[in-house]
């Protein structure tokens, strides 16, 4: 088993940056690919982005391009998310999400074996 939280959501204003922190805890974190996700009310989960075990490879979905960074640290089984110029489409629920994997990052939520139980980033305009 491994058991996920999530911290550093919060109210923020258009503009502003949150950093994300996912802990991980139960396995040996640098044998999981790991991913955030996000739901906003009324809509499905999506992607947000997602990180190899090493961290060299990243995936981000196309809204969150150079304003988003994922990372990880191995040493510290924590992965982040830096989160800049926040607008209000960023409003959701964030989940990071873990899966024991050998190959590069995984995008698709279905394919993930853990979740976090989520933090709240709302986005005011």
């Known amino acids: 088993q491994v058991q996920l939280v999530e911290s550093g959501g919060g109210l923020v204003q258009a503009g502003d940056s949150l950093r994300l922190s996912c802990a991980a805890s139960?396995?040996?974190?640098?044998?999981?690919?790991m991913g955030w996700f996000r739901q906003a009310p009324g809509k499905e989960r999506e992607i947000v982005a997602a990180?190899?075990?090493?961290?060299?490879?990243?995936y981000y979905t196309n809204s969150v391009k150079g304003r988003f960074t994922v990372s990880r640290d191995n040493a510290k089984t924590t992965e982040y998310l830096q989160m800049n110029s926040l607008t209000p489409e960023d409003t959701g629920v964030y989940y990071c999400?873990?899966?024991?994997?050998?190959?590069?990052?995984?995008?698709?939520?279905?394919?993930?074996?853990?979740w976090g139980q989520g933090t709240q980033v709302t986005v005011s305009s």
């Open positions: 999400a873990a899966v024991y994997n050998y190959g590069d990052y995984v995008r698709r939520s279905s394919d993930y074996t853990y």
């Open positions: 139960g396995r040996t974190f640098s044998n999981y690919a």
């Open positions: 990180i190899s075990r090493s961290g060299h490879n990243t």
